[in-house]
């Protein structure tokens, strides 16, 4: 009988979805974890990658191109608690899931997620330098966001299935839950492969501004999940080795919030601003 269940949405992730359902399956038995992967308006080779890389895998195809219509899908096809919600193009090995179950079962918590681990190699400078100041942001570090992975209790995921559909659902979970019913576990890492070009974050980030105002718009986002700039000059005095990174950070940051006024404008919450150097 699984131990849990893991809702993957995929679109058009041929280059990713191998490793992904590779890494998921090490460290852990057949029957532990009830996988789904929801392929949706896919036009590449996602679904017949994922079928080859995990044949235990139940691997759904819809039409739409929709990350939030892939989880209903998801959702709806399995029963199983805890539920793993899991990008296609992260890395996170079986037996970190197992861990990041553990405290939910334990009725610790309502939800969790990994440490992250995000590798530098093969980006930029300015890429390095932007997320040496972004992980070192308070809410960034307690957050469950920004990690491509969130792991839900059944009532948690109750509490969020009630939630207004949002471009930025990871932030949108995180926000849904006080300090003392969320937990990230140390035990458990996922690799997050960043972009490796400022153009690629800077279209990542785009879509991550557009998320974010989406969410304070619907009353969703908390104030403690924002970067204020007092944050910022706590990290300058705290930490003055990364002093020279930030005028790199504000500038990405404010090239993003440039960036997303057209969608604002437009109401555009759908439109995915994908980097695609990472999935390299």
Same mark, same amino acid.
């Given at each position: 009988?699984?131990?849990?269940?893991?809702?993957?949405?995929?679109?058009?992730?041929?280059?990713?979805?191998?490793?992904?359902?590779? +890494?998921?399956?090490?460290?852990?038995?057949?029957? &532990?974890?009830?996988? #789904?992967?929801?392929?949706?308006?896919?036009?590449?080779?996602?679904?017949?990658?994922?079928? &080859?890389?995990?044949?235990?895998?139940?691997?759904?195809?819809?039409?739409? *191109?929709s990350k939030a219509e892939a989880v209903r899908v998801g959702n709806a096809a399995t029963d199983v608690f805890p539920r793993i919600h899991l990008d296609a193009d992260i890395e996170l090995h079986g037996t970190a899931a197992l861990r990041l179950i553990e405290p939910i079962?334990?009725?610790?918590?309502?939800?969790?997620?990994?440490?992250?681990? #995000?590798?530098? +190699?093969?980006?930029?400078?300015?890429?390095?330098?932007?997320?040496?100041?972004?992980?070192? @942001?308070?809410?960034?570090? +307690?957050? @469950?966001? =920004?990690?491509?992975?969130?792991?839900?209790?059944?009532?948690?995921?109750?509490?969020?299935?009630?939630?207004?559909? $949002?471009?930025?659902?990871?932030?949108? $979970?995180?926000?849904?839950?006080?300090?003392?019913?969320?937990?990230?576990?140390?035990?458990?890492?996922?690799? #997050?492969?960043?972009?490796?070009?400022?153009? &690629? @974050?800077?279209?990542?980030?785009?879509?991550?501004?557009?998320?974010?105002?989406?969410?304070?718009?619907?009353?969703?986002?908390?104030?403690?999940?924002?970067?204020? *700039?007092?944050?910022?000059?706590?990290?300058?005095?705290?930490?003055? =080795?990364?002093? @020279?990174?930030?005028? #790199?950070?504000v500038a990405i940051h404010v090239a993003a919030q440039i960036g997303a006024r057209q969608a604002l404008r437009a109401g555009d919450f759908t439109t995915w601003q994908r980097d695609e150097s990472s999935r390299s």
């Open positions: 009988m699984a131990v849990a269940s893991v809702i993957i949405p995929a679109h058009n992730e041929a280059a990713t979805i191998g490793r992904n359902l590779r +890494a998921l399956r090490k460290g852990t038995r057949a029957e &532990d974890l009830d996988v #789904v992967v929801v392929c949706n308006g896919c036009t590449d080779r996602t679904a017949e990658v994922a079928r &080859d890389a995990d044949p235990l895998a139940r691997v759904i195809e819809i039409g739409q *191109p079962t334990r009725d610790e918590v309502l939800a969790t997620a990994p440490a992250r681990a #995000v590798p530098r +190699a093969g980006c930029s400078r300015w890429v390095r330098w932007y997320y040496d100041v972004w992980e070192s @942001l308070p809410q960034v570090e +307690a957050g @469950l966001f =920004g990690r491509g992975v969130v792991v839900l209790s059944e009532q948690a995921q109750a509490r969020v299935t009630a939630l207004p559909r $949002m471009m930025s659902d990871d932030l949108g $979970m995180s926000d849904s839950f006080s300090g003392h019913e969320r937990r990230i576990v140390p035990a458990a890492v996922a690799v #997050v492969h960043p972009p490796r070009t400022v153009h &690629d @974050l800077v279209r990542r980030r785009i879509r991550i501004a557009t998320g974010n105002a989406q969410a304070a718009q619907l009353g969703v986002r908390r104030p403690a999940s924002r970067t204020q *700039p007092r944050t910022l000059i706590a990290l300058a005095v705290g930490r003055p =080795g990364l002093a @020279l990174r930030l005028p #790199v950070f």
